[in-house]
């Protein structure tokens, strides 16, 4: 594997308040090791490793804000409740300790939940739909749309309290907050739906604002959003540049600093109509057209990319040479890191020291381990 230097990875990057070591993100990913959704110490050694190892941005895996049914599996982390939140702090201290960088990633998951544990009448969603003309729970009321956002801002405001760096808000992949961006998933005809992605934007920009106003003016909020969804990979809510704008311009506006552009492929064109099969990526598109903060991510420094992994494939370390070569030219900001750093806690000190030949390969059984 020949890969170019590293040394663009390595530059700091201030946001508001919080100047990174680097650009390298450690991507949130679903861990499924919080028993009643209390983190342990288990998972605060997990984080820790990371932090050792200098990556600049850790994200939790996804945490639930406190509405009923707001999780898939029943060993995913609460971000809510006294014994979920002392064992955030446990979190946040041991990564301070080893001089990293960290924030939660808050989430309801929708409609998403299919586990039998689950009661199917506590599931909620713009319009009770899991995807087209598939009902799963009930369409949200006004009544409960108010306590999800408000949910969502206390959830902001207790990760603040307990000293995390940032917050980032789950807005993809077909969860809660993309249901709504969807026309696929939301029919309503009052203010919380409508025919362009802008009108249907309505409930994410509500939650940004009232997160914003948890945290104040100086605090980095993050929102992760995606074209694709995990009920269809080929769903995309923005055709064009001009309706991407439409609908990541007002979450801005609202108070998000940074976008966190999911992909599939982070070297795949956004638009290769427009700039050609090796223009702008997600992120770059995000960057350039609202010029916010941006993260790119998506089966970084990996020969198979990570839905593969959910299939049982092994994935071998691959050439950085295009990621490099797109933060050279500042197409975006920072990068997250996802099945090799869950794979190799060590990842980014050993890319920045250039061995990349003791890189290891992405082996699914670490998915069922705190490596």
């Given at each position: 594997?020949?890969?170019?230097?590293?040394?663009?990875?390595?530059?700091?990057?201030?946001?508001?308040?919080?100047?990174?070591?680097?650009?390298?993100?450690?991507?949130?990913?679903?861990?499924?090791?919080?028993?009643?959704?209390?983190?342990?110490?288990?998972?605060?050694?997990?984080?820790?490793?990371?932090?050792?190892?200098?990556?600049?941005?850790?994200?939790?895996?996804?945490?639930?804000?406190?509405?009923?049914?707001?999780?898939?599996?029943?060993?995913?982390?609460?971000?809510?409740?006294?014994?979920?939140?002392?064992?955030?702090?446990?979190?946040?201290?041991?990564?301070?300790?080893?001089?990293?960088?960290?924030?939660?990633?808050?989430?309801?998951?929708?409609?998403?939940?299919?586990?039998?544990?689950?009661?199917?009448?506590?599931?909620?969603?713009?319009?009770?739909?899991?995807?087209?003309?598939?009902?799963?729970?009930?369409?949200?009321?006004?009544?409960?749309?108010?306590?999800?956002?408000?949910?969502?801002?206390?959830?902001?405001?207790?990760?603040?309290?307990?000293?995390?760096?940032?917050?980032?808000?789950?807005?993809?992949?077909?969860?809660?907050?993309?249901?709504?961006?969807?026309?696929?998933?939301?029919?309503?005809?009052?203010?919380?739906?409508?025919?362009?992605?802008?009108?249907?934007?309505?409930?994410?920009?509500?939650?940004?604002?009232?997160?914003?106003?948890?945290?104040?003016?100086?605090?980095?909020?993050?929102?992760?959003?995606?074209?694709?969804?995990?009920?269809?990979?080929?769903?995309?809510?923005?055709?064009?540049?001009?309706?991407?704008?439409?609908?990541?311009?007002?979450?801005?506006?609202?108070?998000?600093?940074?976008?966190?552009?999911?992909?599939?492929?982070?070297?795949e064109p956004e638009f290769p109509e427009i700039d050609g099969e090796k223009g702008l990526n997600f992120a770059g598109w995000a960057k350039k057209l609202t010029g916010a903060t941006t993260i790119s991510v998506g089966s970084v420094g990996l020969s198979g990319e990570f839905i593969a992994a959910f299939g049982g494939e092994s994935s071998k370390p691959a050439s950085l040479d295009n990621l490099i070569e797109r933060m050279e030219r500042d197409e975006f900001d920072l990068i997250a890191v996802g099945r090799a750093l869950l794979n190799d806690p060590q990842w980014v000190?050993?890319?920045?020291?250039?061995?990349?030949?003791?890189?290891?390969?992405?082996?699914?059984?670490?998915?069922?381990?705190?490596?």
């Amino acid at each position: 594997m020949t890969t170019k230097t590293a040394e663009t990875l390595f530059r700091p990057l201030t946001i508001k308040g919080l100047t990174l070591k680097n650009r390298i993100v450690m991507a949130p990913m679903t861990r499924t090791f919080s028993p009643k959704g209390v983190p342990g110490q288990n998972v605060a050694d997990y984080y820790r490793r990371r932090a050792e190892s200098d990556v600049g941005l850790i994200l939790s895996e996804g945490t639930v804000v406190a509405r009923p049914a707001s999780k898939n599996h029943p060993n995913i982390p609460f971000f809510h409740g006294d014994a979920a939140l002392a064992g955030w702090k446990t979190v946040i201290d041991a990564v301070h300790g080893a001089g990293g960088r960290m924030g939660p990633q808050i989430w309801h998951t929708g409609s998403t939940i299919a586990d039998k544990d689950y009661n199917p009448e506590g599931i909620e969603s713009p319009s009770g739909l899991l995807a087209p003309g598939q009902p799963r729970g009930k369409a949200m009321t006004d009544a409960d749309i108010a306590d999800t956002i408000a949910a969502f801002a206390q959830a902001a405001a207790d990760a603040k309290g307990l000293g995390f760096d940032t917050v980032e808000i789950h807005g993809a992949h077909g969860y809660l907050i993309d249901e709504f961006f969807w026309a696929g998933t939301n029919e309503r005809q009052d203010q919380w739906g409508g025919s362009t992605i802008a009108e249907r934007s309505r409930f994410a920009v509500e939650v940004a604002k009232a997160v914003r106003a948890a945290v104040g003016p100086d605090f980095p909020i993050l929102f992760r959003a995606s074209q694709w969804k995990q009920q269809d990979f080929s769903v995309r809510l923005a055709n064009s540049p001009e309706e991407m704008a439409s609908w990541l311009q007002p979450l801005v506006d609202a108070g998000v600093d940074v976008i966190h552009a999911s992909q599939r492929r982070f070297w795949e064109p956004e638009f290769p109509e427009i700039d050609g099969e090796k223009g702008l990526n997600f992120a770059g598109w995000a960057k350039k057209l609202t010029g916010a903060t941006t993260i790119s991510v998506g089966s970084v420094g990996l020969s198979g990319e990570f839905i593969a992994a959910f299939g049982g494939e092994s994935s071998k370390p691959a050439s950085l040479d295009n990621l490099i070569e797109r933060m050279e030219r500042d197409e975006f900001d920072l990068i997250a890191v996802g099945r090799a750093l869950l794979n190799d806690p060590q990842w980014v000190t050993k890319v920045q020291k250039g061995e990349f030949d003791t890189l290891k390969e992405f082996s699914p059984a670490a998915l069922g381990e705190l490596v």
